[in-house]
């Protein structure tokens, strides 16, 4: 059964810092792109930041670059997301998710497999 796990959201100020993970099981996980989307209430779900298995490439959305670093640790089935310089546009439920085209990065909800259920960022102003 897979299984991702997500963790590290929270209520943080604009400006403030958050570092979300992710933790995989059930698949080999060094065989899998992950991405993180997060979908606001009342809008679509939206591409934040990819990495492809071996953590050497990494897709970043506009509205992120410079402040998300997306990071992996494939010894511990561990996908990261580093946030800083929050703003309450960043308020959203985080997924992870994971594609087994392990060397693309697509911005696509449908490429990919499997997904956690999310954890809540809010971020007051």
């Known amino acids: 059964q897979v299984q991702l796990v997500e963790s590290g959201g929270g209520l943080v100020q604009a400006g403030g810092s958050l570092r979300l993970s992710c933790v995989a099981s059930g698949i080999t996980f060094s065989s899998y792109a992950m991405a993180w989307f997060r979908q606001a209430p009342g809008k679509e779900r939206e591409f934040v930041a990819g990495?492809?298995?071996?953590?050497?490439?990494?897709r970043y959305a506009d509205s992120v670059k410079g402040r998300f670093t997306i990071s992996r640790d494939n010894a511990k089935n561990t996908v990261y997301l580093q946030m800083n310089n929050l703003k309450p546009e960043d308020t959203a439920v985080y997924c992870c998710?994971?594609?087994?085209?392990?060397?693309?990065?697509?911005?696509?909800?449908?490429?990919?497999?499997?997904w956690g259920q999310g954890t809540q960022v809010t971020v007051s102003s």
């Open positions: 998710a994971a594609d087994s085209r392990r060397a693309l990065l697509s911005a696509n909800v449908a490429a990919y497999e499997y």
């Open positions: 990495i492809i298995w071996s953590g050497r490439t990494t």
